[in-house]
């Protein structure tokens, strides 16, 4: 400790939460814990920005997207294989530029609500470089849960299914042991 040292005030440590968690931090949901892999922030344009956590418990991963303007709005989802969702979805949104009203998913309908234009980067980044892309979003019929597309590309695309959740769903937030 040098004689400056001594006059600088310490930072307050933070309680880790769901809102500001970072790479290696721990949480627990559904009877599991998780690891942070990642944080992506996303940028929807008009001043609107979310984010999102990818996190692993080991057997296997998902998505945390968090919106926390008012209202708060939290989902978690999965990624599937877009073949699954039938086998026109994808091309007739490489004819079109648009996607279909409907998709079938396991043998559930989801219904277009949402279509989206946004910029996104990974937070570990050391480039200032956001990727460009296009996002769908199905609704079931009580809206509780939905598949979202991705469209990166001409033809690269991914696909999720989530469903909306509760903040109080999650629990027992440990900070990265690299802090």
Same mark, same amino acid.
């Given at each position: 400790m040098g004689l400056f040292d001594f006059f #600088? #005030? =310490?930072? /307050?440590? =933070?309680? /880790?939460? $769901?809102?500001n968690l970072t790479k290696g931090a721990i949480l627990d949901y559904d009877l599991a814990s998780w690891i942070v892999k990642d944080r992506t922030e996303y940028d929807w344009g008009n001043n609107q920005y979310t984010f999102e956590y990818t996190v692993d418990n080991g057997s296997k991963s998902m998505f945390i997207h968090i919106d926390d303007s008012t209202p708060l709005k939290i989902d978690i989802s999965e990624p599937i294989k877009m073949f699954e969702l039938g086998p026109l979805v994808k091309q007739t949104i490489v004819d079109t530029d648009n996607a279909p009203k409907r998709v079938s998913y396991q043998d559930k309908n989801y219904f277009l609500s949402d279509e989206f $234009?946004?910029?996104? #980067?990974?937070v570990d980044d050391d480039d200032d470089e956001w990727s460009e892309f296009v996002n769908w979003v199905f609704y079931n019929e009580d809206e509780s849960e939905f598949i979202g597309i991705m469209r990166w590309g001409e033809? =690269?695309?991914d696909a999720v299914k989530g469903r909306i959740v509760k903040e109080f769903e999650f629990s027992n937030f440990l900070s990265s042991p690299e802090k």
């Amino acid at each position: 400790m040098g004689l400056f040292d001594f006059f #600088k #005030k =310490e930072k /307050p440590i =933070e309680d /880790p939460t $769901l809102f500001n968690l970072t790479k290696g931090a721990i949480l627990d949901y559904d009877l599991a814990s998780w690891i942070v892999k990642d944080r992506t922030e996303y940028d929807w344009g008009n001043n609107q920005y979310t984010f999102e956590y990818t996190v692993d418990n080991g057997s296997k991963s998902m998505f945390i997207h968090i919106d926390d303007s008012t209202p708060l709005k939290i989902d978690i989802s999965e990624p599937i294989k877009m073949f699954e969702l039938g086998p026109l979805v994808k091309q007739t949104i490489v004819d079109t530029d648009n996607a279909p009203k409907r998709v079938s998913y396991q043998d559930k309908n989801y219904f277009l609500s949402d279509e989206f $234009l946004g910029h996104c #980067k990974s937070v570990d980044d050391d480039d200032d470089e956001w990727s460009e892309f296009v996002n769908w979003v199905f609704y079931n019929e009580d809206e509780s849960e939905f598949i979202g597309i991705m469209r990166w590309g001409e033809t =690269e695309m991914d696909a999720v299914k989530g469903r909306i959740v509760k903040e109080f769903e999650f629990s027992n937030f440990l900070s990265s042991p690299e802090k």
